[in-house]
């Protein structure tokens, strides 16, 4: 028999390599970050700082959260807190607790828990939890849970579950959702309802 084997000391709560260890507040403390080869990246920073992150690389995880105020335009992140994010071009953002998404160009966004989407030009948008939407110009709008949907124009709303749609004129409904769940409005008081 040998020697017994001695148990690794390996610190575990280091964070493993292109992982980053603490939240970024900049700009340049995040472009910093993707030059060192970052994985994961963590955005909390004052939101009187707007922060344009132009196309976010596929091959690292960016999560927003707190109060941060951000732009994309392509690629995808995760928002959560009371952050604000404008996503265009294809981006992909998934939202939780309390975040405020603008969608535009294509964009797809999952909703969830409490937060805000307006979706606009074309935006795919999978409500579920408690999120609330307003949804025009050609959205196409999944509606799950207790989510509640505005919607006018040419919208799509396919409602599967218990979730509240509000529409005007034009929008289009489908789905295994109870129609009982959806109300017809003018345009003008659909805003109200969601208590933005």
């Not at 995760?78 to 975040?99: D, K, P």
């Not at 409500?127 to 949907?149: K, M, N, P, R, T």
């Not at 919208?155 to 599967?160: E, L, S």
Request: positive net charge; contains cysteine.
């Amino acid at each position: 028999m040998g020697a017994p084997v001695k148990k690794s000391t390996r610190n575990s709560r280091r964070p493993r390599r292109g992982r980053s260890a603490s939240p970024v507040r900049s700009y340049a403390e995040y472009t910093k970050r993707l030059a060192a080869g970052a994985k994961s990246v963590v955005i909390d920073a004052d939101p009187e700082n707007w922060l344009d992150l132009g196309h976010v690389p596929s091959e690292v995880e960016v999560k927003i959260i707190g109060q941060t105020c951000a732009g994309i335009a392509g690629g995808s992140i995760a928002a959560a807190g009371r952050c604000f994010v404008q996503a265009s071009n294809h981006a992909r953002v998934t939202a939780y607790e309390h975040a405020h998404i603008e969608a535009f160009d294509d964009s797809t966004v999952d909703a969830r828990g409490k937060s805000h989407i307006v979706g606009t030009d074309n935006a795919r948008i999978r409500a579920e939890d408690s999120a609330i939407v307003f949804a025009h110009s050609h959205c196409h709008v999944q509606a799950h849970g207790q989510a509640l949907i505005a919607a006018t124009d040419t919208t799509t709303v396919r409602i599967d579950g218990e979730a509240h749609v509000r529409v005007s004129g034009g929008v289009r409904i489908i789905g295994p959702g109870r129609p009982a769940n959806v109300e017809t409005h003018p345009i003008s008081r659909l805003a109200r309802h969601l208590n933005f």
